[in-house]
């Protein structure tokens, strides 16, 4: 015969303090697991969502990141004449021959440098980026040196308005529009005309060749013609998968540094919820002791007092996982420890670290009340009334 489940629910209302001392100290450690797992996953999402699964991005072979990669005038021509690549509407095809350097600005927030990309493009990038567009002022004309900013460039970085200019590459770059690409890394950027950007830092070759195919199908056509031409030397990545091998570096430090912390504290937290456990036994040896004596098993009272203890860390957990849905409106900033570029993003919960932050809080109460229910069961029956 099992132990009702009201029975261990009403033993948790009635040492409220405890048990709510008990769920914080859990509610902590699943606040800070989840809310890592939301950063890393925010990183991610990020920078998957800056690229277009249609589209193909050629960098120089062992070429880690645009801003190492360079490939010769020659070389991108030979990219873009490939049948693979769509056509727009006037008939010319879809690729953008881009030239991409970091720059340092000054922070708003810290008055420190950090890097911010700047990325030398061409107008039909907008027909290859759907996602960018212009919220203020107007788009750059081509063989000038007008330069739009990012939205988070603008919000973030000193001198980064409309009306005012940036000096770098020894000139005068007047800020003529300001664009938002949504939760993409492309709103950390700065985009001005290729032609104008790579004098300016002394630059010959482009950084990188973007390619719209006419179907994503189309990928490994076109990577294999690329890639076996032995003189462009280049390899050839759909721009998802680009952009989110842009993020591992990062997601994994971050995924180790928060998992490693919260292992520390959750053994803090599962100690606390054991203590709470025997304290509870301790105060209840008679009821425990007439439990056994109207017939209730041993495997009965160990189960009730572990579903105490897993009622306590889903308490806790539901808790430090409300608290972390808050950081879902919180943008963070960061150095991409890949590019070393700033980079601005979202903290980001999905079903799946709700999942793993639950299932975390229920191993914590499992574990913190697995002796103290053994203690309960293992109690003799007649020593248990005599002492209550």
């Not at 033993?11 to 450690?29: C, E, I, P, Y």
């Not at 008939?91 to 810290?110: D, M, N, W």
């Given at each position: 015969?099992?132990?009702?489940?009201?029975?261990?629910?009403?033993?948790?209302?009635?040492?409220?303090?405890?048990?709510?001392?008990?769920?914080?100290?859990?509610?902590?450690?699943?606040?800070?697991?989840?809310?890592?797992?939301?950063?890393?996953?925010?990183?991610?999402?990020?920078?998957?969502?800056?690229?277009?699964?249609?589209?193909?991005?050629?960098?120089?072979?062992?070429?880690?990141?645009?801003?190492?990669?360079?490939?010769?005038?020659?070389?991108?021509?030979?990219?873009?004449?490939?049948?693979?690549?769509?056509?727009?509407?006037?008939?010319?095809?879809?690729?953008?021959?881009?030239?991409?350097?970091?720059?340092?600005?000054?922070?708003?927030?810290?008055?420190?440098?950090?890097?911010?990309?700047?990325?030398?493009?061409?107008?039909?990038?907008?027909?290859?980026?759907?996602?960018?567009?212009?919220?203020?002022?107007?788009?750059?004309?081509?063989?000038?040196?007008?330069?739009?900013?990012?939205?988070?460039?603008?919000?973030?970085?000193?001198?980064?308005?409309?009306?005012?200019?940036?000096?770098?590459?020894?000139?005068?770059?007047?800020?003529?529009?300001?664009?938002?690409?949504?939760?993409?890394?492309?709103?950390?950027?700065?985009?001005?005309?290729?032609?104008?950007?790579?004098?300016?830092?002394?630059?010959?070759?482009?950084?990188?060749?973007?390619a719209g195919l006419r179907e994503p199908g189309l990928f490994a056509a076109y990577k294999e013609a690329i890639e076996a031409d032995p003189r462009l030397q280049a390899e050839v990545w759909q721009e998802t998968r680009y952009?989110?091998?842009?993020?591992?570096?990062?997601?994994?430090?971050?995924?180790?540094?928060?998992?490693?912390?919260?292992?520390?504290?959750?053994?803090?937290?599962?100690?606390?919820?054991?203590?709470?456990?025997?304290?509870?036994?301790?105060?209840?040896?008679?009821?425990?002791?007439?439990?056994?004596?109207?017939?209730?098993?041993?495997?009965?009272?160990?189960?009730?007092?572990?579903?105490?203890?897993?009622?306590?860390?889903?308490?806790?957990?539901?808790?430090?996982?409300?608290?972390?849905?808050?950081?879902?409106?919180?943008?963070?900033?960061?150095?991409?420890?890949?590019?070393?570029?700033?980079?601005?993003?979202?903290?980001?919960?999905?079903?799946?670290?709700?999942?793993?932050?639950?299932?975390?809080?229920?191993?914590?109460?499992?574990?913190?009340?697995?002796?103290?229910?053994?203690?309960?069961?293992?109690?003799?029956?007649?020593?248990?009334?005599?002492?209550?």
């Amino acid at each position: 015969m099992a132990v009702p489940l009201s029975y261990s629910w009403r033993n948790l209302k009635t040492r409220r303090l405890t048990t709510a001392l008990t769920a914080g100290g859990m509610a902590l450690v699943v606040f800070v697991f989840t809310a890592t797992l939301m950063l890393a996953e925010g990183l991610r999402q990020t920078l998957v969502s800056t690229g277009s699964p249609g589209n193909a991005i050629v960098l120089r072979k062992g070429s880690e990141t645009e801003v190492q990669s360079g490939i010769e005038r020659a070389h991108a021509s030979a990219m873009t004449t490939r049948p693979e690549i769509a056509l727009g509407g006037d008939g010319q095809g879809l690729f953008a021959r881009e030239s991409v350097v970091l720059i340092g600005l000054t922070k708003k927030s810290t008055g420190k440098v950090s890097n911010v990309v700047i990325r030398g493009t061409q107008p039909v990038a907008l027909a290859l980026r759907p996602q960018v567009r212009l919220v203020s002022g107007r788009l750059p004309r081509p063989g000038t040196p007008e330069i739009m900013v990012g939205r988070m460039v603008a919000k973030g970085f000193v001198g980064a308005e409309i009306g005012q200019h940036l000096r770098f590459g020894k000139r005068q770059w007047p800020i003529v529009g300001i664009f938002d690409a949504g939760s993409t890394g492309f709103t950390s950027e700065i985009w001005g005309d290729a032609d104008q950007l790579m004098p300016a830092f002394g630059r010959s070759a482009y950084s990188i060749v973007l390619a719209g195919l006419r179907e994503p199908g189309l990928f490994a056509a076109y990577k294999e013609a690329i890639e076996a031409d032995p003189r462009l030397q280049a390899e050839v990545w759909q721009e998802t998968r680009y952009y989110e091998k842009q993020s591992d570096m990062m997601r994994k430090f971050l995924t180790v540094l928060g998992v490693s912390l919260t292992l520390i504290f959750s053994l803090g937290a599962m100690i606390g919820a054991m203590i709470t456990m025997y304290s509870s036994v301790a105060g209840r040896v008679a009821e425990i002791g007439t439990l056994r004596a109207i017939g209730f098993t041993r495997g009965a009272i160990l189960a009730a007092f572990l579903m105490e203890s897993t009622l306590l860390g889903l308490l806790g957990g539901l808790a430090g996982v409300g608290l972390a849905a808050g950081l879902s409106f919180v943008t963070f900033s960061t150095t991409n420890f890949q590019t070393f570029s700033e980079l601005s993003f979202k903290f980001s919960l999905t079903s799946w670290i709700i999942g793993l932050s639950l299932g975390f809080s229920i191993f914590m109460g499992v574990v913190g009340g697995f002796l103290p229910a053994v203690r309960a069961s293992r109690m003799n029956i007649v020593e248990a009334l005599r002492e209550g």
